[in-house]
């Protein structure tokens, strides 16, 4: 069995905000009212899921309401060290979990991003 890495939050969550910072200008541009958080795991507790996309999709928005809270995207830490050895996969696979939530924000589902290579 592979050894988990072993990162503080604080680090993970600074990988996570480089990795933004990679992703293009133009699919982070027509991101609106959204904030990115980092959780250790998803609220069942599993290390199955990487990655969520809490909101309405771009295409979903005409039943948005003035003064919505914004949608999240959240990023889990003890999966993503869970199912990565190295720094190097953990930097593609986060960097792989944010264009997949992203997607979902611009209403790309699972089975396109499949097809993409992003799921």
Same mark, same amino acid.
């Given at each position: 069995?592979?050894?988990?890495?072993?990162?503080?939050?604080?680090?993970?969550?600074?990988?996570?905000?480089?990795?933004?910072? =990679?992703?293009? !200008?133009?699919?982070?541009? &027509?991101?609106?009212?959204?904030?990115?958080?980092?959780? !250790?795991?998803?609220?069942? &507790?599993?290390?199955?899921?990487?990655?969520?996309?809490?909101?309405?999709?771009?295409?979903? =928005?005409?039943?948005?309401?003035? &003064?919505?809270?914004?949608?999240? $995207?959240?990023?889990?830490?003890?999966?993503?060290?869970?199912?990565?050895?190295?720094?190097?996969?953990?930097? !593609?696979?986060?960097?792989?979990?944010?264009?997949?939530? $992203?997607?979902?924000?611009?209403? $790309? !589902?699972?089975?396109?991003?499949?097809?993409?290579?992003?799921?």
């Amino acid at each position: 069995m592979a050894h988990m890495i072993q990162m503080d939050a604080e680090t993970f969550e600074s990988l996570v905000v480089s990795e933004l910072d =990679r992703l293009p !200008d133009d699919m982070v541009e &027509g991101l609106d009212n959204i904030v990115f958080v980092v959780e !250790d795991r998803p609220d069942d &507790g599993s290390l199955d899921l990487l990655g969520l996309y809490d909101g309405w999709a771009l295409t979903e =928005r005409d039943r948005y309401g003035v &003064g919505e809270l914004p949608d999240r $995207i959240l990023v889990y830490r003890e999966p993503h060290l869970a199912a990565c050895e190295t720094l190097d996969e953990l930097r !593609d696979e986060i960097h792989t979990t944010l264009v997949h939530e $992203i997607a979902h924000f611009y209403g $790309i !589902d699972d089975d396109r991003l499949h097809e993409l290579g992003w799921a």
